[in-house]
């Protein structure tokens, strides 16, 4: 059977994952059994994609992410080089945990910048920008811009990963796309439909 993906020689890929058509995985990278890659996924070098976790379609995981059990990346996501997930609270050494894997969703079109950390059992909203280096400790609202640690709101983004600046009327226009975005009373933006 002709395989739809493609793996360096030195990548290891475990027996009972599924891998999308058109994905590549690169050098030194482990991808454990029970993951579920979709299409078009780009995994760099030195890359960690523990037991059970699913990516979406078009994900875009840079060199040295390790992405543990319990993390759900949604379509078109992008990781940062060496960022990286939790999926314990509380961890010891010498006591097993395995049971407490916490689950953290990443939502369609988030970015995580470079060297930042998500802490598990958090949910990182649509088109979220997290900032290099930041460690994001709650859960992230759609749009948000986060920088920090620990990681905190400082603006919002649009879906092509621009600055959104809203006026009176809470209104902003994507510079690039065209977009527009309203910003709330409730402190959440929402994309407006042409």
């Known amino acids: 059977m002709e395989r739809i993906y493609f793996a360096h020689g030195t990548a290891v890929i475990d027996e009972g994952c599924t891998i999308g058509k058109g ?12 993951c579920i890659i979709g ?9 960690v994609v523990s037991p059970d976790v699913v990516l979406g379609r078009n994900v875009k995981v840079q060199n040295n992410v390790s992405i543990y059990t319990g993390v759900i990346c949604e379509d078109d996501v992008f990781l940062g080089p060496s960022m990286v997930f939790t999926n314990v609270i509380n961890p010891r050494s010498q006591i097993l945990r395995r049971d407490q894997y916490m689950k953290t969703w990443v939502r369609k079109g988030a970015s995580i ?3 930042a950390t998500i802490v598990c059992g958090n949910e990182i909203g649509s088109f979220s920008f997290i900032g290099a280096g930041a460690v994001v400790t709650k859960d992230v609202p759609a749009y948000a ?4 640690n620990p990681g905190r709101l400082v603006g919002w983004m649009s879906e092509y990963g621009h600055r959104l600046h809203f006026n009176e009327k809470g209104l902003a226009t994507c510079s690039e796309s065209h977009d527009q975005y309203r910003l709330t009373n409730e402190g959440r933006v929402t994309k407006l439909e042409k």
Do not use: D, P, R, S
């Not at 811009?145 to 920090?148: A, E, P």
């Open 145 to 148: 811009l986060i920088v920090g």
């Open 23 to 34: 994905t590549k995985i690169w050098h030194f990278t482990h991808i454990m059994k029970g």
């Open 39 to 47: 299409e078009n996924c780009n995994l760099g070098q030195n890359v």
């Open 113 to 115: 910048g470079a060297n």
